[in-house]
């Protein structure tokens, strides 16, 4: 076990002033891998005063880009060359299979080498305005940034905050997830190594209602960029209001994945399991509704029960492992207690629902991949983020019906589509209230292209250009010639 007793503050590895600890778990056996000093709210004051002093009198903001740009991509090739060492350590701290560990590492690398190549790229505007007047828009960036993450993607949520922030010449202070810090800590260690100057990058540790409350709060703190749930975010929302920051917000789903039946069957089957039961449904993005063509569904929903039935659940440091444990013991009853719900609002259980405690899983805490049918719009478990290995199967008539049910819901982050039909699945993911829509396909996420989503699943985007410029603020600059 490893004691990890300091978080990372003015370029400095400092022990919290509350003197206290934390027991880091592995999901997939209930042992404590680590301790990690518990910060307070005291810590983020000291952390954002580094932050601005880094900012405005050590002038990082003025740093040339090509400066930030050389210590970010030499920040990805560190990662990349330790690319087993953190796999590793997120499938102790977070319990998914290696493998998918393997696929975050390669994507936090290539999200840093995205943002460090675009600091250098042109960002401004040149308008001719009424003569001799002319107008250059420049960007800018926000100030201290306070970044907030959930556990689901530990390392890779780290880099889509990090990057862009840093790439625009913000000063950050980032908070983890207090059930997932490892990573984090050895990401920083990085930071520290490739020779980020004391404050630009601050590391704080500790939970969401002391640590996390007080980077909303905060009057130093000029933009908050949070992960997580919708609840949580809207309470961060009225916290940032004090001082008007400029928030971002990346939140809850519950996502639609409608087969039509002229649909490629087998391609539609495995994205249908593929996009609810990767990461243990623990996903932001997951298809958690599949939505299916009334004459295709009871064939369909065999299929997908039959192979549900075969996904080989297991801790994620074995090779066979295709589905790991829930994150931790309270998640894991919260899952447990919405199958309950979904059987007592009278829906279907077809697969699964329950705990699985044989063969050597009795201490983590696995959940079978669990699919309900017969299910109506307004239960909750077709209405509310259940964030687990749980399918909730809803039938269509027509294509008026597919896109009503998939907007019958408060979140809007993202959707998708099978279909033959090329002209059907564009009007369908045209009508779709969601900010990520895949066609044939679900889940793959490029850096280049920005990632958010419509209603309650959030305000801003992150990734591609877009998240880029959420880290800036836009000034005019207007010349008389
Ligand atoms: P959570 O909201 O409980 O916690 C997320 C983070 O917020 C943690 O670091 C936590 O310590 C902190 N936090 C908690 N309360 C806080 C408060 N009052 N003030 C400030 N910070 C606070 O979410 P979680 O359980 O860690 O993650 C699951 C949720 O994250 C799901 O709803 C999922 O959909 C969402 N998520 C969204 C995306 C996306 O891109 N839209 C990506 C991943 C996860």
Redesign the pocket.
């Known amino acids: 076990m490893e004691s990890i007793l300091k978080m990372y503050i003015d370029g400095k590895w400092t022990a919290s002033s509350s003197g206290e600890f934390r027991q880091v778990i592995n999901p997939a056996n209930g042992e404590v891998i680590a301790v990690v000093t518990e910060g307070t709210a005291e810590d983020v004051k000291k952390a954002v005063a580094a932050a601005k002093r880094a900012f405005y009198e050590d002038g990082w903001w003025d740093t040339p880009a090509v400066e930030r740009a050389r210590l970010l991509f030499k920040l990805a090739d560190r990662l990349e060359e330790q690319a087993e060492e953190f796999a590793e350590l997120e499938v102790k701290d977070n319990g998914k299979p290696y493998r998918e560990a393997t696929v975050d590492v390669a994507d936090a690398v290539a999200c840093f080498r995205y943002y460090a190549g675009l600091a250098t790229k042109p960002h401004g505007q040149t308008y001719e305005v009424a003569d001799p007047m002319q107008s250059v828009v420049v960007r800018e960036p926000i100030g201290v940034c306070g970044q907030?993450?959930?556990?689901?993607?530990p390392l890779l949520?780290a880099a889509w905050k990090l990057a862009p922030a840093l790439a625009a010449g913000n000063t950050v202070v980032f908070?983890?997830?207090?059930i997932t810090p490892l990573s984090a800590i050895k990401l920083f260690e990085i930071i520290e190594e490739v020779g980020f100057p004391p404050g630009v990058a601050n590391l704080v540790l500790g939970?969401?209602?002391t640590v996390?409350?007080e980077?909303?709060v905060n009057h130093d703190i000029d933009k908050v960029a949070?992960?997580?749930?919708?609840a949580?975010g809207r309470?961060?929302m009225q916290?940032a209001s004090g001082n008007l920051k400029k928030i971002s917000l990346?939140?809850?789903?519950k996502s639609p994945n409608i087969v039509f039946a002229d649909a490629d069957f087998e391609t539609a089957l495995d994205y249908a399991l593929f996009a609810i039961f990767v990461n243990q449904g623990q996903v932001?993005s997951a298809g958690s509704r599949l939505l299916l063509e009334e004459s295709i569904h009871d064939e369909f929903v065999e299929k997908l029960v039959e192979r549900a039935k075969k996904i080989k659940v297991g801790p994620g440091n074995d090779p066979d492992t295709e589905m790991g444990p829930l994150i931790s013991e309270a998640h894991m009853n919260k899952v447990l207690n919405y199958i309950k719900i979904g059987q007592e609002e009278g829906a279907k259980l077809v697969c699964g629902g329950k705990r699985i405690t044989e063969n050597g899983l009795e201490k983590g805490y696995f959940v079978e991949p669990t699919i309900f049918i017969d299910t109506k719009p307004d239960m909750r478990i077709v209405q509310e983020?259940i964030?687990g290995p749980v399918l909730v199967v809803q039938k269509f008539k027509d294509e008026a019906e597919a896109i009503r049910l998939a907007n019958d819901t408060v979140y809007g982050?993202a959707g998708a589509v099978f279909t033959q039909d090329g002209a059907k699945a564009q009007r369908v993911v045209r009508k779709l209230r969601a900010g990520i829509t895949w066609i044939n396909t679900y889940h793959p996420t490029y850096n280049e292209a920005p990632?958010g989503?419509y209603k309650q699943?959030?305000i801003g985007r992150e990734l591609g250009t877009f998240g880029y410029e959420e880290y800036t603020e836009v000034k005019q600059i207007n010349t008389n010639l």
Not at 148 to 153: F, H, L, R, S, V
Not at 250 to 253: A, D, K, P, S, V
């Open positions: 907030i993450i959930p556990w689901n993607y949520m908070k983890p997830s207090e939970e969401g209602k996390g409350h980077i909303a949070f992960t997580g749930g919708t949580t309470s961060i916290a990346e939140l809850g789903g932001c983020e964030f982050l990632w989503g699943s959030g």
